[in-house]
């Protein structure tokens, strides 16, 4: 993992808005449409070109494919593992729950979320080696033509592909993740071997207290919380913490969030994490202030943080000197190389969908190239 060695580096969760002709790929795929599959692959290698392009062009020194290739970060696995049938049913969040007439008025300008969250009803296997292989290969080929700093892929974690696809087969929900974990192993190891950082996402350890795991009591997701990151570090057993970095969120969706799971209940559970970075939100207003908690953690002299400068709901554009103090307050936690300057989460963690206008979430990119720009000049004074 590059650090912030003479310069604050900048970076973001992973996913960006996907082109015209993307979208209406992966959306005719998904609805069983007949389609060339030479003309599919050349859209998503076309698309992931253009998002690695775009975001060295915007000053992003650590940059991903965009998830070009998934329909969502979470859901993208069933095509990938056996075992998984079906659309199981969706709860509300809690914290939308008592607001119908917001949810709809919200359901009118994000789109709709037509993918279906498949249950799993088998034992998990690979079924499909081939779609992370093209995966590899396009970041592979955009990145030698774009020349960042460094490059990395997302993985969806086990906890949270449990949270988005139930349980229907496995005994028990410690059985189900550690299921989860031997088969994403692979896909873990192969991204790292392929020469990039894993970034596994990890919203269960959050976001999921509220969505789909809200049915338990604090306690209980508390030890489910970590369950899913003892399961998370035996998949991540044969790689090394420097070459992993994880997310966590509490949903990247405008709405109250006063029913958020507060950090400083999980933060104990995150740090236990192998990955070496913790890439986290930081700037939006229901978790702004939590700079305060990761001052009074216990944080390892190993762990480097990615703090979200860059709010990913909202197409405001931060000005550059806030995104430079939001990163000198972490600067001053764990020093600054050890702090690379994010987003608070994907700009498009689900295709065609969202408020994120695509252009301004570039523009936005830039603002945050500028204000590590302007800390830098400050912190290495």
Same mark, same amino acid.
């Given at each position: 993992?590059?650090?912030?060695?003479?310069?604050?580096?900048?970076?973001?969760?992973?996913?960006?808005?996907?082109?015209? $002709?993307? !979208?209406?790929? %992966?959306?005719?795929?998904?609805?069983?449409?007949?389609?060339?599959?030479?003309?599919?692959?050349?859209?998503?290698?076309?698309?992931?070109?253009?998002?690695?392009?775009?975001?060295?062009?915007?000053?992003?020194?650590?940059?991903?494919?965009?998830?070009?290739?998934?329909? !969502?970060?979470?859901?993208?696995? =069933?095509?990938?593992?056996?075992?998984?049938?079906?659309?199981?049913?969706?709860?509300?969040?809690?914290?939308?729950?008592?607001?119908?007439?917001?949810?709809?008025?919200?359901?009118?300008?994000?789109?709709?979320?037509?993918?279906?969250?498949?249950?799993?009803?088998?034992?998990?296997?690979?079924?499909?080696?081939?779609?992370?292989?093209?995966?590899?290969?396009? *970041?592979?080929?955009?990145?030698?033509?774009?020349?960042?700093? &460094?490059?990395?892929?997302?993985?969806?974690?086990?906890?949270?592909?449990?949270?988005?696809?139930?349980?229907?087969?496995?005994?028990?929900?410690?059985?189900?993740?550690?299921?989860?974990?031997?088969?994403?192993?692979?896909?873990?190891?192969?991204?790292?071997?392929?020469?990039?950082?894993?970034?596994? $996402?990890?919203?269960?350890?959050?976001?999921?207290?509220?969505?789909?795991?809200?049915? %338990?009591? &604090?306690?209980?997701?508390?030890?489910?919380?970590?369950?899913?990151?003892?399961?998370?570090?035996?998949? *991540?057993?044969?790689?090394?913490?420097?070459?992993?970095?994880?997310?966590?969120?509490?949903?990247?969706?405008?709405?109250?969030?006063?029913?958020?799971?507060? *950090?400083?209940?999980? @933060?104990?559970?995150?740090?236990?994490?192998?990955?070496?970075?913790? !890439?986290?939100?930081?700037?939006?207003?229901?978790?702004?202030?939590?700079?305060?908690?990761?001052?009074?953690?216990?944080?390892?002299?190993?762990?480097?943080?990615?703090?979200?400068?860059?709010?990913?709901? =909202?197409?405001?554009?931060?000005?550059? &000197?806030?995104?430079?103090?939001?990163?000198?307050?972490?600067?001053?936690?764990?020093?600054?190389?050890? @702090?690379?300057?994010?987003?608070?989460?994907?700009?498009? =963690?689900?295709?065609?969908?969202?408020?994120? $206008?695509?252009?301004?979430?570039? @523009?936005?990119?830039?603002?945050?190239?500028?204000?590590?720009?302007?800390?830098?000049?400050?912190?290495?004074?």
């Amino acid at each position: 993992m590059k650090l912030s060695t003479d310069r604050i580096l900048t970076t973001h969760v992973g996913s960006l808005p996907r082109t015209q $002709d993307v !979208s209406a790929a %992966l959306f005719g795929k998904m609805r069983g449409e007949s389609f060339e599959e030479g003309a599919y692959d050349a859209a998503i290698r076309d698309g992931v070109a253009l998002a690695v392009r775009r975001q060295v062009d915007a000053g992003v020194d650590v940059v991903s494919d965009g998830e070009t290739s998934k329909i !969502s970060y979470s859901t993208y696995i =069933t095509e990938r593992l056996s075992g998984f049938e079906g659309d199981s049913e969706r709860k509300i969040n809690r914290d939308v729950a008592p607001y119908p007439d917001f949810r709809e008025k919200m359901a009118r300008v994000t789109g709709a979320q037509p993918m279906p969250r498949a249950a799993c009803v088998g034992p998990i296997a690979i079924k499909d080696r081939e779609l992370l292989r093209k995966d590899l290969e396009n *970041l592979r080929a955009a990145v030698s033509l774009g020349g960042p700093v &460094e490059a990395f892929m997302n993985a969806a974690s086990p906890g949270v592909i449990s949270a988005f696809q139930p349980n229907q087969y496995y005994p028990s929900h410690e059985a189900y993740i550690g299921a989860l974990a031997g088969a994403m192993k692979e896909e873990y190891d192969a991204i790292v071997d392929a020469g990039f950082m894993l970034q596994v $996402d990890c919203p269960d350890l959050a976001m999921a207290r509220h969505t789909a795991f809200q049915d %338990l009591s &604090e306690a209980e997701f508390l030890k489910r919380a970590e369950q899913q990151v003892e399961a998370l570090n035996h998949a *991540l057993a044969d790689i090394s913490p420097e070459s992993v970095r994880m997310h966590i969120c509490w949903g990247n969706y405008e709405g109250p969030h006063d029913h958020d799971i507060a *950090l400083e209940k999980i @933060v104990g559970i995150l740090l236990k994490a192998k990955p070496m970075a913790i !890439s986290f939100e930081a700037s939006n207003p229901r978790h702004a202030h939590e700079w305060t908690v990761w001052r009074a953690a216990r944080i390892p002299d190993d762990k480097v943080l990615l703090p979200g400068v860059l709010d990913s709901t =909202t197409n405001y554009v931060e000005h550059p &000197e806030l995104v430079a103090q939001r990163i000198e307050q972490y600067a001053e936690i764990v020093g600054r190389e050890r @702090v690379i300057a994010s987003s608070d989460c994907g700009f498009s =963690t689900f295709a065609g969908y969202g408020k994120m $206008d695509p252009e301004i979430t570039y @523009v936005k990119l830039r603002a945050q190239a500028e204000g590590a720009a302007i800390a830098s000049k400050r912190l290495w004074a």
